[in-house]
């Protein structure tokens, strides 16, 4: 079984390398990985990958936000590459079978035939406000917010892993995907993703800019799509994010709440598969 990964990427450099070591470690055999852009080093860790044979490295330079067309254009690649299945994934995500016993690679080696996609629920780890970079986020990002909202109050979207298809569609943010050897999705969902989406105050600040000046200058969409991340640019430009980006983390009555509630948990996973 051949299982490849597709990403698009952008200023990830804190984040990309533990992705994709994580996901090699879960049984990912190949990357195919669009850098759109980066300013940051991030694409002189991916070339360090594509030295090893791990990482096939496209680029898309414009800064837009038509994501869903070149994780359709990797997730075709992959197909036409031999891969059985093929996990959309974000650079700051890390994927998990529910069973802390097996690993991707053997969860989806006991999947049956007519199972050809299935739908992954995402909830992001937490910590207390973080301004500084000399930490690595990985020592701070230990708590689960079961009950992750968006800045929308709504919960986060489901990802999806799928069986390759060369006729794929990818729908915005890895949500969806169709094509005519796929079918419903599968009532079994044995995998779950912790997200590390708040791991700085500088890199919070990064994405949203980074995020919101591209959905408003892609034509392609209607302004309700990304209309959460539309929400935080807006923010950003009136000065006021630095209060949503507290919101989204820890503090001691916060963190006392979630235990009452079992909302926020502790997950150590990310920090001990180094």
Known sequence: MKIVATLAVRDEADVIAANIKHHIRQGVDHFIITDNGSIDGTRDILLRFVDQGVVTLLDEPNHDKMQFQWVTKMARQA????????????????????????????????????????????????????????????????????????????PLGAKIAHRADPEVEIAQGNHNATGPLLGQLSAIEPFEILEVQVRSWEQFKRRVENAGSAYNSTTYFGPNRGNAVRTEYELLQAGELEEWYERQCLSIPRLVRGFRHDTIVPDFRILLTR
């Open 79 to 154: 197909a036409r590459e031999g891969a059985d299945w093929v996990l959309n994934i974000d650079a700051d995500e890390f994927w998990f079978p529910k069973d802390r016993h097996l690993t991707i690679r053997q969860v989806l080696e006991q999947a049956p035939g007519e199972i050809t996609k299935i739908k992954v629920h995402r909830d992001h780890l937490i910590g207390f406000p973080y301004y500084g970079t000399r930490i690595n986020w990985r020592y701070r990002l230990i708590w689960r917010n079961r009950a992750t909202r968006n800045i929308k109050g709504n």
